[in-house]
């Protein structure tokens, strides 16, 4: 009997240590910047997926700040899918500025945040974000 209760007590105490490995942050990162020929701007993004959902729906709205960071213009990227405990890369075009006139981009919004066969959800508080480029990603 005693050694029931010990097991027991030892599984009640790894359960939500185990819950806790399986879920983590989706982790952001604007990984570089490069000019396209004939003007604008190519950002590439990873997203790190250590939430422990797969992710059907994934929208921002971002706003890109000027070198003088004014607001130039906002941009809807859709990043979906993001496959659970999956590294992805995605490359957007900022079309009409230099990579080196952006000082900021923004994540104004997240439009869509879809887990497969879950309702939407908010994401906001799962969020990461970083930035290896001279333009900073922020909330």
């Not at 004939?38 to 950002?43: K, Q, S, T």
């Not at 990873?46 to 709205?61: A, H, I, P, V, W």
């Not at 213009?73 to 890369?89: E, F, M, N």
Request: glycine share 6%; aromatic share 6%.
């Amino acid at each position: 009997m005693p050694l029931t209760r010990l097991l027991t007590a030892l599984a009640l105490i790894c359960l939500p240590i185990t819950a806790a490995a399986e879920t983590g942050p989706l982790h952001v990162e604007l990984n570089k910047t490069e000019e396209i020929e004939g003007g604008g701007c190519r950002a590439f993004f990873l997203f790190r997926n250590q939430t422990g959902k797969s992710f059907e729906g994934f929208e921002m709205s971002l706003a890109i700040l000027d070198g003088n960071g004014v607001i130039d213009r906002l941009l809807s990227i859709d990043a979906a899918p993001l496959p659970v405990q999956r590294t992805t890369l995605k490359l957007f075009e900022i079309p009409e500025i230099s990579c080196s006139n952006i000082s900021e981009i923004l994540l104004h919004d997240i439009t869509s945040c879809q887990p497969q066969n879950e309702d939407q959800m908010d994401c906001f508080p799962i969020l990461e974000l970083s930035s290896r480029a001279a333009a900073q990603l922020v909330k």
